[in-house]
């Protein structure tokens, strides 16, 4: 299991060389990471999408870079999401880092926590799990990773597109997570709580998973006007918000 007294935990990013400014924000946190710090958590949606660890350009290894010098001083974690799903160890190994399943325990500020994107949690939305079921199987997903890259390429524009539009025809952004699904997560692993992102509903939940019995859920917001991060003490965790314009201030 990991152990860390101290660790930041960010989320959704949404990497685009086309939104410079959260790509400027998230090298700033970088530079302003604590001396103390021992560990960077990135749980999934890195990067708006991912087609394979050989179609990195050079804004890619630009962030791979800044990582992997990061990675001497401070132990790096990066887990897939629903729009970077296709990365491998070979970026993660780019970066300095180590590519960690979903969901992922470790201990964190002296609590065990369980940490994942969160998509797999939003059980009610039913078409996106049939997808999900998909398009993560690992034939399927070797497939894809074999097509030509401008085939890859139209492939994730298409489906970033058809997300969008869904998103619209809905009237609402992202569909939350399913409660049960997240009681049933914190009852089946011997964790004191749970983090995640994907839903962009930064906030700090309680949930009553037996009599007298609570457990706390953190969610992580996306980078957007706004950037969000989580910050692990021994004993204490602390939900940070901030402006994408002026940038965090750790």
Known sequence: MLIYDRAIVISDLHLMENRPAITRAFFQLLDQLPDRTQALFILGDFFEYWVGDDAASEFHLEI???????????????????????MRDGYAQRCGGTLIQDPTIA????????????????????AYQRYRRIIQNRWVLGTLLRLPLPWRLRIAEKLRQSSKDQSRARMVRYVDVNESAV????????????????????????????????????????????????????????????????GPTL
Request: net charge negative; glycine share 10%; aromatic share 10%.
């Open 64 to 86: 791979a870079d800044r990582l992997r010098a990061l990675s001497s001083s401070i132990d790096i974690y990066l887990m897939v999401g629903n729009r970077d799903f296709a």
């Open 107 to 126: 201990k964190l500020g002296g609590s065990r926590w369980l940490l994942s994107h969160g998509d797999g949690l939003c059980t009610d939305d039913k």
């Open 183 to 246: 009681i049933e997560s914190l009852m089946s692993t011997d964790v004191d709580g749970l983090v995640h992102g994907h839903t962009h509903m930064a906030d700090w939940h309680l949930h009553s998973v037996a009599k007298g019995v609570t457990k706390p859920r953190l969610v992580l917001g996306d980078w957007y006007q706004h950037g969000w991060y989580l910050s692990f003490e021994p004993e204490h965790q602390q939900l940070h918000r901030f402006s994408i314009e002026t």
